[in-house]
């Protein structure tokens, strides 16, 4: 589609209502989630589509939907501040999700698993997320256990912890850990 698909913003979600228009925004490379659907079976589907505030940051970027607050148009400049004061560190969030994005990565939340992302080469229900990355700002001090936690989650389902932060230049630096047993 040449124009952008609108989405209304509600809350702390973007919302596709047309559900054609959904199910091809989905279909973009798992952006979303169908409204009442857990784990879509296909991409195809006749319901509302629910977008992250980061999944709609960056359709919006790439002109591929435009957000509505009640009436009015948001530009990138207004929603980004809008999702600023909705979330906190949402700026680094938005850096690495966008980061990964750009390498074709596909991003979904990692909520489940206690981190910010859980990161599929191909797409969930395709393959299974090799990563499971948490964004710590610059100057954020991580303890040991927080460490060893976050390690033994990701070990138990097989994936890699990446710690991702953002730094002064914006550039992402990533950890990636890999545990052994002894």
Request: overall charge positive; hydrophobic content about 40%.
């Amino acid at each position: 589609m040449e124009t952008p698909i609108p989405a209304q913003l509600v809350d702390k979600q973007v919302i596709v209502w047309n559900s054609e228009h959904g199910s091809y925004i989905y279909q973009l490379g798992y952006f979303g989630k169908p409204v009442g659907i857990r784990k879509p079976k296909s991409p195809r589907f006749d319901r509302p589509l629910e977008l992250t505030l980061l999944e709609a940051a960056f359709l919006q970027q790439k002109n591929k939907i435009s957000i509505f607050q009640e009436e009015a148009l948001l530009s990138e400049t207004e929603f980004i501040e809008i999702c600023n004061t909705r979330f906190a560190k949402f700026e680094d969030l938005y850096a690495v999700y966008l980061d990964l994005r750009n390498k074709r990565y596909i991003v979904r939340p990692g909520l489940k698993f206690g981190t910010d992302f859980a990161v599929y080469r191909r797409g969930p229900g395709i393959d299974h997320s090799p990563f499971l990355i948490s964004i710590f700002p610059r100057d954020t001090t991580i303890e040991p256990i927080d460490l060893v936690r976050a390690g033994r989650v990701a070990t138990s389902v097989r994936k890699r912890y990446v710690i991702a932060t953002v730094l002064s230049d914006r550039k992402i630096r990533y950890y990636v850990f890999q545990w052994n047993r002894p």
